[in-house]
């Protein structure tokens, strides 16, 4: 039912960096991503210590929580995470610079400022809203929690609306069957239809508890769920899109090879847009997963 890109991210809160920076409640959230140059660990958590401590010295009213990268993606990744309600919220921040500035000194905070930026590979920073008819609230207030599990999904444009249906499925299977908190955001402030649905929790066997999107939706909502596993002429994976057509000669959603769509249970013709294209057609069934496995032409 859609073509996405799909990032499992661990994330383990870095407690030493983040404090005197709690995170708050609020409908936008702007996250920036952070990859340290290798061996430099060390000189930028120092970097960002003192960024936190200049910050409680000159009473920043900014709450921001610092995460690094436990599995799931590349080492030496950092997140830095706050949340706002109104884009006015913004018109206040002071940068980084200017916190050192106002907190050490002009000379010394620039100081600070080249020794850590230069200890950075690379940045990003993105601003995602909450949909609060697809999350779940949990308890409030308290710490960060100890760990944040992200699922980062890119959608084609043209499948946004058929994606965010099947949003609306999976949250009604998780209210019956899974309760546990969720958040689901969408991206506002760079790639468009970027979606994340992130789950916060403090010890690693609460995730045993978890249902994955799959089980919701083949166990709970009795949709299907297809897999189309193509290799090319040398036996390797081929990654490349694929359709369904239902009975009404309607598409009913695209995809890739090798990854999971969650069709309807029915009767489809299965278009895989090699050249030529692979025809044929495929039966969803409603309680088992139906894999095929084909070979490029």
Do not use: C
Not at 54 to 82: C, E, H, W
Not at 106 to 124: C, H, N, P, T, Y
Not at 260 to 288: C, F, I, K, M, N
């Amino acid at each position: 039912m859609r073509r996405s890109v799909v990032f499992f991210i661990g994330l383990a809160l870095a407690i030493a960096l983040a404090a005197p920076l709690l995170a708050q409640e609020g409908e936008y959230a702007q996250v920036t991503w952070l990859t340290v140059k290798p061996g430099m660990t060390a000189e930028y958590e120092d970097y960002v210590k003192k960024i936190a401590a200049g910050a409680a010295k000159i009473n920043d009213p900014r709450a921001v929580s610092a995460y690094s990268l436990a599995m799931g993606g590349p080492q030496r990744t950092y997140a830095f995470a706050r949340t706002f309600k109104k884009w006015g919220e913004l018109d206040g921040n002071l940068t980084n610079p200017q916190i050192l500035a106002k907190a050490y000194g002009d000379v010394e905070g620039a100081k600070i400022f080249k020794a850590g930026s230069s200890a950075i590979e690379s940045s990003e920073t993105r601003v995602s809203r909450t949909i609060p008819e697809l999350s779940r609230s949990g308890p409030s207030g308290g710490a960060p929690a100890a760990y944040v599990f992200v699922v980062r999904t890119e959608v084609e444009p043209s499948m946004a609306r058929t994606y965010r249906k099947y949003l609306d499925k999976l949250k009604a299977a998780e209210d019956k069957h899974d309760p546990s908190p969720v958040t689901r955001r969408v991206s506002v402030l760079g790639d468009a239809q970027v979606w994340s649905s992130i789950r916060s929790f403090n010890k690693w066997a609460e995730r045993d508890a978890l249902m994955g999107p799959g089980e919701a939706m083949t166990i709970k909502l009795q949709t299907g769920l297809l897999r189309v596993d193509l290799l090319d002429a040398s036996g390797q994976r081929a990654r490349v899109e694929a359709s369904l057509i239902d009975a009404s000669k309607v598409e009913s959603g695209r995809f890739s090879t090798w990854e999971e769509a969650y069709p309807l249970p029915g009767s489809y013709e299965l278009v895989v847009h090699t050249q030529p294209q692979l025809r044929q057609q495929v039966q969803v069934s409603p309680t088992d997963p139906t894999i095929l496995r084909l070979r490029s032409p």
